[in-house]
C-alpha cells in the first residue's frame, strides 16, 4: 500500500515545490516591477525638473540677452553713480583745474581788453580797465573763487542733482537697447518660480540641487533592490540545478524578470547631454559682471525617447532608422520572451513548432540589443570627447572676462538596467539550450 501511495506523494510534492517556487519568485517579480516603476517616474521627473532648470538658466536669456547684460551693466553704473563721492585729493586736483581755467580767463579778459582800440568806446574801457583793476589783484583772489566754487560743486545737493542727471541717462540708454526678450523671460522664469513655488533663481537652485539629490539616492535605491529581485531568481538556479521538475516554472518566472528589465531599460533615460558655461565673469568699471550655470545644451533621451524622435522626422531615412531600431531592438527582443515562455511550457499545444523554435531559438541572431549597448557606449565616448574639445575653446582667461565651461554630460543609470538585461537575457539564452539538450523538444 506504502508502495502505491509513493508515486502519488512524489508527485504531490512536485507540484507543491513547483506552486510555492512559482509564488515565492511572484512576490519578488512584483516587487521588481514596482521598484522598476518606480525609478521609471523618478527618472521622468528628474528629466523634466533638468529640463525646467536648463530653460531658465539657457544662454538665451542669459549671456545671449541683451537686457540681461542691460540690467546687469545698469546695476553696477548706478552703484557707481550712486556711490560716487570725490576725496580730498579729487577735491584738491579740481581746485587747481578751477583755478588754471579762472587764471586763463583773466588772462583772456585782459589781453582783450588791453588790446589796441580804434573806437572812442573802446579806449574810454581800456583807459578805465588801466585807471582802476589791478590784474594782480584778480589773480590773487582766483584761489579764494576756484574754493567757492569747488565747494558748491561738491555739496550734497549739487551731487545729488548729478546722480540724477547720470541715473536717467543710463535708463534711457537702457531702454533703447531693448531686446523684446524681456517679455519671454519674465514669462518663463514666473511660470518656473510659480511651479517649483520660489521667488528667485537662488530659491530656484537650492530647490532643484536638494530635489535632484534625493531623486538621485532614491533611484539608486529603486535599481538597487530591483536589481536584487532578479539576482534572487537568477541565483536559485544554482539550488536547484538537480530538481529539473522545476527548471520549467523557474525559467518561466525568470523571462518574466527579463521583461522588466526591458521594459525599465528601454524606457528610463539611457544617456544625458549637459553642456553650459559654468561661470562667466566680466571686469566692469572696478566691478564684476557674473553669469552663472548658463546651459548651451541639455538633452536627456531613452531609447524609446530616440526611437519616437527618429520616427517623427520629415526625412525617410530617420524614419526608417527609428522603424528598424523600434523592431530590433524592442519588438524583437519581446518578442523572443514570449516565444521562449511557450516553448517550455506548453510548445505540445502547438501543430508546428518549427516557428516556435525559430523564435526562440534562432531569431536571436536578429535581436539587437547587445549592439545596442556597443552603440550607446560608443556614441557617448564619441560625443563627450567632442562636447570638451569644443567646450576648452570657450574657456578664455584674461583681465577683463574669464569663462570656465562644463560638460556634465553622462550616461544614466538606464543604460545599465538595460546593460543587465542583455546580460541576463545571455544567460537565460545558455539555459535555455541546456535545457534542451537534456530534455530534447518540447513535447
Known amino acids: 500500500m506504502a508502495s502505491n501511495l509513493t508515486p502519488h506523494t512524489s508527485s504531490k510534492q512536485r507540484n507543491f515545490a513547483a506552486i510555492a517556487l512559482v509564488l515565492c519568485l511572484s512576490v519578488l517579480l512584483i516587487g521588481a516591477a514596482y521598484f522598476g516603476h518606480q525609478f521609471y517616474k523618478l527618472s521622468v521627473e528628474q528629466k523634466q525638473i533638468k529640463e525646467d532648470y536648463s530653460l531658465s538658466n539657457n544662454v538665451t536669456f542669459g549671456i545671449f540677452s541683451v537686457d540681461r547684460w542691460g540690467e546687469k551693466i545698469s546695476a553696477v553704473v548706478d552703484r557707481r553713480v550712486k556711490g560716487f563721492n570725490l576725496t580730498a585729493k579729487q577735491k584738491a586736483e579740481m581746485k587747481q583745474q578751477v583755478e588754471a581755467e579762472l587764471h586763463g580767463l583773466v588772462n583772456k579778459a585782459v589781453s582783450e581788453i588791453t588790446k589796441p582800440q580804434k573806437g572812442l568806446g573802446g579806449k574810454l574801457k581800456k583807459l578805465a580797465f588801466n585807471t582802476f583793476v589791478d590784474v594782480d589783484e584778480l589773480h590773487a583772489q582766483v584761489p579764494s573763487f576756484a574754493k567757492t566754487i569747488v565747494v558748491k560743486i561738491t555739496s550734497p545737493t549739487s551731487l545729488a542733482k548729478i546722480k540724477g542727471i547720470a541715473t536717467t541717462k543710463v535708463n534711457e540708454l537702457e531702454e533703447q537697447t531693448y531686446d523684446h526678450t524681456d517679455t519671454t523671460i519674465t514669462t518663463v522664469e514666473s511660470n518656473i518660480y510659480k511651479k517649483y513655488q520660489v521667488k528667485n533663481a537662488a530659491g530656484l537652485d537650492a530647490v532643484v540641487k536638494t530635489r535632484l539629490a534625493q531623486i538621485k539616492q532614491n533611484s539608486y535605491q529603486s535599481v538597487l533592490i530591483m536589481l536584487g529581485c532578479v539576482a534572487v531568481a537568477l541565483l536559485l538556479w544554482l539550488f536547484i540545478r538537480k530538481k529539473t521538475h522545476l527548471h520549467t516554472p523557474l525559467f518561466v518566472m525568470s523571462l518574466l524578470f527579463a521583461s522588466v528589465l526591458l521594459l525599465v531599460g ?18 566692469l568699471m572696478g566691478d564684476e559682471l557674473v553669469f552663472n550655470n548658463q546651459v548651451l545644451f541639455f538633452q536627456s533621451k531613452s531609447i524609446l525617447g530616440i526611437i519616437f524622435t527618429l520616427i517623427e522626422q520629415p526625412k525617410l531615412d530617420a524614419v526608417l532608422v527609428g522603424i528598424l531600431l523600434l523592431l530590433f531592438v524592442v519588438i524583437l ?9 511557450l516553448h517550455v511550457s506548453c510548445a505540445q499545444l502547438f501543430g508546428s513548432q518549427k516557428v516556435l523554435r525559430f523564435l526562440a531559438f534562432d531569431l536571436g541572431k536578429w535581436d539587437m540589443a547587445d549592439v545596442m549597448v556597443v552603440g550607446i557606449a560608443m556614441t557617448y565616448i564619441g560625443l563627450n570627447g567632442i ?22 554630460s553622462a550616461l544614466q543609470l538606464g543604460f545599465f538596467v ?10 537565460l539564452s545558455f539555459l535555455l539550450r541546456r535545457m534542451d539538450e537534456r530534455n530534447g523538444p518540447c513535447t
Open 387 to 408: 562636447l570638451k574639445s569644443q567646450l576648452s575653446g570657450l574657456n578664455i582667461k584674461n583681465e577683463t572676462l574669464e569663462t570656465v565651461t562644463v560638460n556634465n
Open 418 to 427: 538595460f546593460l543587465i538585461y542583455v546580460v541576463y537575457a545571455k544567460i
Open 266 to 283: 528601454v524606457s528610463a533615460p539611457i544617456i544625458e547631454v549637459d553642456a553650459r558655461i559654468q561661470s562667466l565673469h566680466f571686469a
Open 333 to 341: 527582443p519581446l518578442l523572443r520572451i514570449i516565444a521562449r515562455a
